[in-house]
């Protein structure tokens, strides 16, 4: 099956994986909805992916503020309570011989003021999204645009939940600017009609991801900061990029001046082609030398194929990984996997 090089122990910076294998984000949804902290059924859950031989498990959502929440159960890093309970969580993995990054993810326009405490959905703009908040299955508010001051003060949000995971035990942050969520709603003329230094421009609605990667670089480190950006959007599924080489070329300079050093190129389909002849992360890779992490329905074979070619250096994978607790080691032993079944892998924590 060819699985050499996705089972081999990489060096990262300072990370010692002890496989190429990322447990992708995963928004799961079973934290106290009240108080954002994570149980022991979290701490499980992620201990027997450390202990199974993943190299990287990149955690669920975790929100930088309750402004932030986009559903039921999704966790914080903002209260000392919600650090207190992520302690128990990094502790375990370590003891397992894993890395766990937290994910950093703030919905901007795509909740309702019933998640977030009362307050009304924030975005560069006041453009109301189509379709209906997840699971609480009402429509998406008019945003409320958000004022410079507003800026600065979620920038802060990103920059306490960053220094919040440092102090929980995380081995890194992962800045998620993808998918059509806050960060990426300044990143797009669609949901960014913005007339002052936060829009009109490229270079203007790219500020914004600009700062917050600045602000979490300053608290984790260069060396341990991910970003994940994409052209898809949850919201908004035909949403394509109209120059795929133009838009990959003006993130990867913005990540290169902030010196990010680590890529999750976020895409539905690893194998989808976005130019006429190459898929998203080939196209990232003509133009970065950094690391990149694959996803997209990945396989095995077509994962260990992406790293032998050098398009990917680590690779993600999310429903084989909540179908299979012990997928590196039936990967390693030449077993067959569990398929995933929504009905049962999502309903519980395994």
Avoid at 268 to 283: E, R, V, Y
Avoid at 307 to 321: H, K, M, S, V
Wanted: glycine share 8%; net charge neutral.
């Amino acid at each position: 099956m060819g699985t050499n090089q996705l089972l081999q122990a990489v060096k990262i910076n300072d990370w010692e994986l002890k496989s190429r294998v990322v447990m992708a984000p995963m928004t799961r949804g079973f934290a106290n909805n009240d108080t954002g902290e994570v149980g022991l059924d979290i701490l499980n859950y992620y201990k027997k992916r450390a202990k199974d031989g993943v190299g990287i498990i990149i955690t669920e959502g975790i929100n930088p503020s309750i402004r932030g929440k986009g559903t039921f159960g999704i966790p914080g890093l903002y209260t000392e309570s919600q650090v207190k309970s992520w302690k128990s969580v990094t502790e375990a993995v370590h003891e397992e011989g894993g890395l766990i990054v937290a994910q950093l993810w703030h919905v901007g326009r795509l909740t309702h003021r019933d998640l977030t405490g009362g307050y009304p959905p924030q975005a560069p703009s006041p453009i109301k999204a189509n379709g209906l908040v997840h699971r609480l299955r009402k429509p998406f508010e008019e945003p409320e645009e958000m004022s410079v001051n507003d800026i600065n003060h979620v920038i802060n949000e990103y920059a306490l939940a960053a220094r919040n995971a440092v102090k929980a035990g995380f081995d890194g942050v992962e800045v998620h600017a993808a998918h059509g969520y806050l960060i990426d709603q300044f990143n797009s003329s669609i949901t960014n009609n913005r007339t002052d230094g936060y829009g009109v421009t490229s270079e203007g609605r790219l500020r914004f991801m600009r700062e917050v990667l600045e602000a979490v670089v300053k608290e984790v480190g260069k060396e341990k900061t991910i970003v994940r950006f994409s052209e898809i959007k949850d919201d908004i599924p035909e949403f394509k990029w109209v120059d795929p080489v133009q838009n990959v070329k003006e993130f990867i300079r913005i990540f290169k001046e902030v010196n990010i050093e680590i890529l999750h190129p976020s895409t539905n389909d690893f194998s989808q082609k976005i130019t006429t002849n190459m898929t998203f992360h080939q196209l990232v890779r003509k133009y970065w030398d950094g690391v990149i992490i694959g996803v997209g329905k990945l396989d095995v074979e077509t994962a260990n194929e992406a790293i032998q070619e050098g398009t990917i250096d680590i690779a993600a994978f999310g429903r084989p990984l909540l179908a299979n607790p012990d997928f590196v080691q039936k990967v390693k032993m030449g077993k067959g996997l569990n398929s995933y079944q929504s009905s049962i892998h999502l309903k519980r924590l395994n």
